[in-house]
């Protein structure tokens, strides 16, 4: 509001009247004349203005002070109103809270299975909630859980001020993962732990020692090699840089692989009674499956067809079988056996 002057009384300092009016003329060579009337009444105006913190606006108040000739009548205010004065000027005080908004940044930190993340903003204003349809905000944590790996999560963040930002956070494969391997004899199965929707470009390979590989490059999660047996291999896989591997993911498995079957006995000669059978042979000359273990030798009664079995036989190269039935004729089947590593 204007700040308005209160009325007041003065009385001047003196009450002779005011003299008349004088009348001169300019001597030759003055270029002109002049008459001078002293006023018989004369207004005295004062103005007060204040400034409006809020509306940045100026108002005035007049006070009138009337003069009189008489020499003893004492001047006399009045007061009035005059015409105010408004200015649209701008609030320089005011903080543009627009830019502020716009100014503010978002980081985010996952954990390693990138399945929470640690989502901050810088700035001046106070974070108020952050809002995530398919993700959980934990306000107290300043995180976001049940991630899941390649996927896109839109997030709204409200600030104090009425102040809104709309992020969009994409959650790449972790920069550790590591190739699974599995294997046997005769195979080896490579494959990465990543969600089906990822869409990513893998390459494999795998090659013996000494050997060289040209590396198969597909969209599959997984891949299988045909291989020997007891062999030692490097297989390699990698995923692609793509929108959701920042980097490159590379690792590397050596692999021998398991005892393969091994190769029939040598030299089987049985050796028969009444009664009984006795059978000699000979180990394999060929190992490069693996290790012989054992044996084991199968009797089959050719017209029953009832089989004994020796069972497992370590490291023998002769059997005798006793308790046959004389004049019956008999199938013997030895065969060599490896375990799995």
């Known amino acids: ?100 908004c716009d100014a503010i940044q978002h980081s985010v930190n996952f954990a390693e299975d990138r399945r929470v993340a640690n989502l901050r903003f810088n700035g001046s204003l106070d974070l108020l909630e952050v809002i995530c349809a398919s993700c959980v905000w934990e306000k107290k944590t300043i995180t976001l859980s049940d991630l899941r790996e390649c996927n896109t999560y839109n997030i709204t963040a409200r600030f104090s001020k009425d102040c809104e930002k709309n992020v969009s956070i994409d959650v790449n494969i972790s920069d550790n993962k590591a190739i699974k391997s599995v294997f046997n004899d005769t195979t080896i199965t490579l494959s990465w732990d990543t969600a089906d929707n990822c869409s990513l470009n893998y390459s494999y390979c795998c090659f013996q020692n000494g050997h060289t590989c040209s590396p198969i490059q597909h969209d ?12 030692n291999y490097t297989c390699n896989s990698s995923i692609e840089v793509s929108r959701f591997v920042g980097k490159s ?29 006795n059978i000699n042979w000979s180990a394999p000359q060929n190992e490069t499956n693996g290790p012989i273990h054992g044996y084991i030798i199968n009797i089959m009664n050719i017209k029953t067809g009832e089989t004994l079995s020796s069972g497992r036989q370590n490291n023998i190269t002769q059997y005798n079988r006793t308790g046959l039935k004389p004049f019956t004729k008999y199938t013997v089947m030895v065969q060599a056996y490896t375990d799995k590593k």
């Open 1 to 100: 509001m204007g700040k308005t002057t209160p009325g007041f009384s003065l009385t001047p300092s003196r009450t002779t009247p005011f003299s008349p009016a004088s009348t001169f003329e300019a001597k030759p060579g003055s270029p002109t004349s002049e008459t001078v009337t002293p006023p018989v009444s004369q207004a005295v105006n004062f103005t007060e203005t204040s400034l409006s913190k809020e509306s940045v606006a100026f108002t005035a108040t007049t006070a009138s002070l009337t003069l009189t000739d008489d020499g003893s009548t004492p001047f006399t205010p009045t007061t009035g109103t005059a015409t105010n004065i408004s200015s649209a000027l701008p609030n320089t005080t005011s903080i543009d809270y627009r830019k502020v």
């Open 220 to 231: 599959k999660n997984k891949h299988q090699f045909q291989v020997l047996a007891n062999t």
């Open 249 to 277: 993911v590379y690792d590397i498995r050596n692999i021998k692989t398991d005892y393969g079957k091994p190769d029939t006995p040598e030299n089987c000669s049985p050796k028969s009674t009444e009664e009984s059978i």
